[in-house]
C-alpha cells in the first residue's frame, strides 16, 4: 500500500493539465437536512463526466511513447471507456472498447465521438472485461483495465490528494463501488495521510458483487439485478488487486435501494442544481443512511459521474 501511495503522489502531478482539479463544495441544505457538515467531491464536472479519465489519463500519460506505435484494448460499462478514448485521442493512441450490449447508447455515442471503436459484448461488464482481454492476449495489443491496474488505481487516488488539499481533513468518506479501483485509491490516501477517516464503500443493493466477495473473504461471482447505477455493476475480476485493497481499507458498507439511489439523484437537484448519474446517487444515499452516526461531523461524498441520458434521468426521479 505505501507503493501505491506513492504512485498516487506521482500520479497527483503528472496528469495535470489533462485532468482537471474539480471542486470540492459545501452544501449547505444537504448538511442542514442530514445534521452532517457535507462536502461534495464534484467528480462529475470532469472531463468525459466522470472520475474515471484520471486513472486512464496517468495510465496512457506512463506509457505512451510506447503505446504510440500501437495500439489499446479496453472494457467498459461506459465511463471508463470514454476516459480512455479522449486520453488515447489527447496522446494519438489509438483505442478499441468492449463494452455490454445494455450499456448506455449516450455514452456509446460519446465514446464513438472520441473516434475510438466500439466492440458490444452480450453480457455484463465482467463478459466484456473477459472478451477483452481474450482479444488483447490474440492481437498483441495492450489491455487497459478498468480498475484491475495499479496505474489506474493510482489515478483515481488523486481525487483524495484534492480532497485533503482543498478540504482538509474528514471524519467520514462516501464512495460509490463497483470494481474498486475509485475506492481503493481514494481509500489508500485517507489511510495514509488521515487515518482517522472511515473510508465508507456504497453499493446499490441490486448490483453488489465486490460486497458479497467481501463478505465472503474471497472473489465471487453473484447474480446481480438491474440498476440504475449502471456504471458499478458487474462482477469482478478473477484475483482482482482491487478485492485485497477493498479488505484493508473499508471502515463501513452501506447497501442502498434503487428507491434511495433515485431519491438522492433527485435530492442533489432540489439542493445543489447538479444532475449525476446513478453511481453518484449510490454515494449520496449511502451517507444519508449513515448520517445519524456522523451528526454534527464532517462528510465528504463522491459525486463520481454524471453520464446518464435525460430520458433515463427523468424517468428515475419523477
Known amino acids: 500500500m505505501t507503493s501505491l501511495f506513492a504512485n498516487i503522489v506521482e500520479a497527483h502531478h503528472l496528469i495535470r493539465p489533462q485532468v482537471l482539479e474539480t471542486p470540492l463544495e459545501y452544501s449547505p441544505l444537504l448538511s442542514r437536512l442530514s445534521g452532517c457538515e457535507v462536502y461534495l467531491k464534484c467528480e462529475h464536472l470532469q472531463r468525459t463526466g466522470s472520475f474515471k479519465f484520471r486513472g486512464a489519463s496517468n495510465k496512457l500519460i506512463r506509457h505512451h511513447e510506447s503505446l ?47 473516434d475510438a471503436q466500439v466492440v458490444q459484448v452480450a453480457g455484463d461488464a465482467l463478459a466484456s472485461e473477459m472478451e477483452a482481454m481474450r482479444q488483447s492476449k490474440l492481437t498483441g495489443m495492450p489491455y487497459i483495465p478498468p480498475y484491475n ?14 480532497m485533503l488539499e482543498q478540504g482538509g481533513e474528514f471524519d467520514a468518506i462516501f464512495v460509490a463501488v463497483g470494481g474498486g479501483g475509485l475506492i481503493s485509491g481514494i481509500g489508500s490516501v485517507f489511510k495514509a495521510c488521515s487515518p482517522q477517516t472511515e473510508v465508507v464503500g456504497c453499493w446499490p443493493s441490486n448490483a453488489a458483487s465486490m460486497h458479497a466477495s467481501l463478505l465472503a473473504g474471497e472473489v465471487i461471482q453473484i447474480e446481480e439485478s438491474e440498476t440504475i447505477s449502471d456504471g458499478t455493476a458487474g462482477g469482478i475480476e478473477p484475483g482482482a488487486m482491487t478485492f485485497t485493497l477493498c479488505q484493508q481499507l473499508i471502515d463501513r458498507f452501506a447497501l442502498v435501494s434503487e ?14 442544481r447538479w444532475m449525476v448519474e446513478g453511481a453518484a446517487g449510490v454515494a449520496l444515499a449511502g451517507m444519508l443512511q449513515y448520517a445519524p452516526d456522523y451528526r454534527g461531523k464532517k462528510v465528504g461524498v463522491v459525486l463520481c459521474g454524471r453520464n446518464i441520458s435525460l430520458e433515463k434521468y427523468l424517468a428515475a426521479v419523477r
Do not use: F
Not at 69 to 98: D, E, M, P
Not at 259 to 272: F, G, H, R, S, Y
Open 149 to 162: 491496474d495499479a496505474d489506474v488505481i493510482a489515478g483515481q487516488g488523486t481525487i483524495a490528494m484534492e
Open 259 to 272: 428507491n434511495d439511489i433515485k431519491a438522492a439523484m433527485k435530492l442533489l437537484v432540489e439542493t445543489d
Open 68 to 114: 504510440q506505435r500501437t495500439a489499446v484494448i479496453t472494457a467498459s460499462s461506459g465511463n471508463h471507456g470514454l476516459a480512455v478514448a479522449l486520453a488515447g485521442k489527447t496522446l494519438g493512441i489509438a483505442v478499441t472498447v468492449y463494452i455490454p450490449v445494455g450499456a448506455s447508447p449516450a455514452k456509446i455515442e460519446a465514446i464513438r465521438s472520441m
